[in-house]
């Protein structure tokens, strides 16, 4: 079994920047993909990035290329994501997924473990 737990969301004002953390235990592959997916009220979750936790090499959604940045500590088997120059958009509840091959994918489909979420909510 693979268990995922995120933190470091929270409120925050418009223009901060936040670090998500995502840490993995149980049975992991270095082999694996791990991923930040965001749903926002009343919307479907919609993919953020992904990030393979062997090469490191990385993959973004157009709409937050240049302010997140998806990183990963193998030795803690941990993928962070950080959000600059956060905006009221951004709210949502932010989840982390795995899916135990590595390749970069942007459908949540794919992703067989997911975490909790975490929430993040801008003020304007």
């Known amino acids: 079994q693979v268990r995922l737990v995120e933190s470091g969301g929270g409120l925050v004002q418009a223009g901060d920047s936040l670090r998500l953390s995502c840490a993995a235990s149980?049975?992991?592959?270095?082999?694996?993909?791990m991923g930040w997916f965001r749903q926002a009220p009343g919307k479907e979750r919609e993919f953020v990035a992904a990030?393979?936790?062997?090469?490191?090499?990385?993959l973004y959604a157009n709409s937050v290329k240049g302010r997140f940045t998806i990183s990963r500590d193998n030795a803690k088997t941990t993928v962070y994501l950080q959000i600059n120059s956060l905006n009221p958009d951004d709210t949502a509840v932010y989840y982390c997924?795995?899916?135990?091959?590595?390749?970069?994918?942007?459908?949540?489909?794919?992703?067989?473990?997911w975490g909790q979420g975490t929430q993040v909510t801008v003020s304007s």
């Open positions: 997924a795995l899916k135990i091959v590595s390749a970069l994918d942007a459908r949540p489909s794919v992703y067989g473990y």
């Open positions: 149980g049975r992991t592959f270095r082999s694996s993909t």
């Open positions: 990030i393979t936790l062997s090469g490191g090499s990385t």
